[in-house]
């Protein structure tokens, strides 16, 4: 939770039977724009569970991979390719 600026009291939220889907969705959006992805990656989480596990690992072990303390990725000059 602190990732993405959010209480820990949030976690609390995990207990309620039909929040904890819709903030889960949330967090993982935000977290996602923390370290500069786009938040429809979230879709494969919903539909295809094992191919964003794998996206994080790629995602974890990339040097591209930058954590934004404050959301906003720096604009690129121009089209990159980097894995």
């Known amino acids: 939770m602190k990732l993405i600026k ?3 009291w949030w976690v609390l939220i995990l207990l309620v039977p039909i929040a904890n889907v819709v903030f889960a969705i949330i967090w993982q959006i935000k977290l ?3 370290f500069g992805k786009n938040g429809a990656y979230v879709l ?6 094992p191919v964003y ?3 994080w690992m790629v995602w974890g072990y990339s040097s591209s991979t930058v954590y934004y ?6 604009a ?3 089209p990159t390719a980097s894995f």
């Open 6 to 8: 959010q209480s820990a």
């Open 32 to 34: 996602l724009n923390a």
């Open 44 to 49: 494969f989480a919903i539909f295809l569970a």
């Open 53 to 55: 596990l794998i996206l």
């Open 69 to 74: 303390l404050n959301n906003t990725p720096p």
């Open 76 to 78: 690129h000059n121009g």
